[in-house]
């Protein structure tokens, strides 16, 4: 975090042995931006530049951009992103290792049915670091609980645990540990016997497979799978709706991030439907309502090579954000349109939003890279020094600004 972003990318490319013009012919972009920002001239670009370039380079989003991978508190109780690591990839489970004679005393059923809902909870509302306490702690004792009763509950319970532990992984910029655990989150949902299950744990990998920059693959499994679970929408019930929902709003990123802007709209417009017909639904660690749909639509207006950012706030005007029920989807709608307002030159509700979002959200907002990318372009053009944008910065960790 001490060191620039054009530091890093001047890094990078030395390491892959690429003079700039190489790497701005392999990003597709100009070479005038990656010498300005090596040499300190610019600091910030736009988002769908940083991707080009990271794919380009062949690192993580999140490694070019500086994003923050650890949580802010530290505990003494055996949690933490280390140990959640090590619960994720528990070598006791591997076929033919031996496992010793420590294993957990199990929790009863029903208390660590609540456990998963608190831990559920925590996650929505952005309390990363307390999540990263408790989380593994939680994966170890849904283990032992299969161990003990493996019945389809305690199995769909262990599937959510993972999904959540996939989840957090994903935004603390641990792709591999995310990977890991969707991989045991669908052996889970296998084992419960729960095809719905199966479909939220495909719509979290294909999360993460947009985060690693796998785009296509992203948006296929996302469509296989809701084609495989499309409802009949007079008789399906209203968590099949929402599953098959969810998948359709996975697969339309990955499909504008890849300029198919027609394909997700459509991907949308048929998920609005399905949740016209379920309402508001809450199952399997997720929730799936109208709402939930329309604030996607201001997402991947902003996604791909072409950001549409007018259109992009023409979509906000049919979001109510008071109906969003989860406070970290409230957060990643209104940093959505913040950048929208700064990309239609309006600076000022741009840091009025941001400053909002830091307000409700303060640790989620420090694991952003679209904060950071938007922050950073927002100190760039500044046309005065703005005190509160700078400190702003500071809060997220950037390079000093004073």
Known sequence: MNTSLGDRIGSLREFR?????QLADRAGVHVDTIRKLEQGQRQSARLTTLR????????????????VTVTRQLTDDGGGLIALRDAIQDISTLPGVLAGD???????EDAWVDDVRD???????GHYSELAGTLPLLLRDGLAAVREGPTERVWRQLALVYQLAACLATQAGHLDWAYTAVEKQLAAAARASDPLLEGMAVSTLSWVLLRQGRWEQAQDIAVRKAESLEPSFLKSPPAQLAVYGNLLVAAATPAARRNNHDDAQQFLSAAEAAAVRSGKVRAYGTAFSVVDVRTQKVNISLAGSEPRPGAALGFADDVNVEAISRPVHSAAYR???????????????????????????PEWMRFQALAMST?????????????????????LGMEPVW
């Not at 380079?57 to 070019?64: I, K, M, P, T, Y």
């Not at 831990?119 to 509302?125: F, G, I, L, Q, R």
């Open 119 to 125: 831990a559920t909870s925590k996650y929505w509302h």
């Open 52 to 67: 080009a370039l990271a794919r380009a380079l062949d690192v993580q989003l999140e490694r070019l951009v500086g994003q």
């Open 102 to 108: 420590n294993l957990e005393d199990p929790p009863t």
């Open 335 to 361: 940093l959505d349109l913040a950048q929208a307002q700064y990309q239609t030159g309006d600076s000022d509700s741009a840091l009025t939003t941001l400053l909002e979002v830091e307000e409700d959200q």
């Open 375 to 395: 922050v950073r372009e927002m100190l760039e053009g500044e046309r005065r020094r703005s005190a509160p944008l700078r400190s702003l910065a500071a809060r």
């Open 17 to 21: 042995d690429l003079t700039q013009e």
